[in-house]
């Protein structure tokens, strides 16, 4: 089910003028002088939008592994053998290759400072980010829990969308026109003139996946192991803007 709502934009009346050509002869023959006359061609400019409450059903998680070692090459090995072990989870948990895709890779030097000392080299830290779409919505929570149980160690943020907004955006488009005209006919009432057809539409907005939001990172040791992460989903806001241009009968 979806909710619906309707709200209206800023509305802008305006008046607008187009030139209108007449040809006057000369009386000795010669090429006609054309006479330009402005006509008036009252308008009303107007904004409105619709907007459809619905409900996500996929998700985004962005996460990482993140390990360190003396040297790059041994932060680089223990780094790709725990993101094996998660990208083996991701397969027994159902998410398929592709809707799996690196999402960074860094590979830096760790100092230690000390005051009154030169930095002094630590060791490597590599980091390997993963982007992750979960399409059954409902196992959002046990993916999460299996790439942790698998060696994920940072969880970016996970965020929520819809596979296909078209019918959401197509309701948003219904709601946001039938706004505009009634909001078009009041106008028209209240300067008392009847309302023309309409000259010019726009369309703005239209969905946008929501971006993934920071996640909480938990001990694992600290969960009852039959418990699995709670992730709330919540509804998504697809809305439509539209202005339109009305021509006034005079």
Known sequence: MTRKSLALGAALAALTFA???MAQSQPDGGAPIVVQAVVDRPALTLAAYGEVKVAPDMATINFGVVTEAPTAQEAMAQNAARMAEVTA???RAGIEPRLVQTSGLNLSAQYDYVENNPPRLRGYQAS??????????????????AVVAAGVNQIDGIGFGLKDPTAAENEARLLAVRSLQQKAALYAQALGVPLGGIRNLTE???YAPQPPRPMPMYARAEMAQDASTSVAPGELTVRIDVTGVYDLVR
């Not at 390997?128 to 829990?145: C, P």
């Open 89 to 91: 989870a991701l397969r």
């Open 204 to 206: 703005g907005g239209g």
């Open 128 to 145: 390997n980010r993963v982007t992750v779409r979960v399409e059954d919505l409902a196992r959002t929570g046990q993916v999460v829990d």
């Open 19 to 21: 030139p209108a050509a």
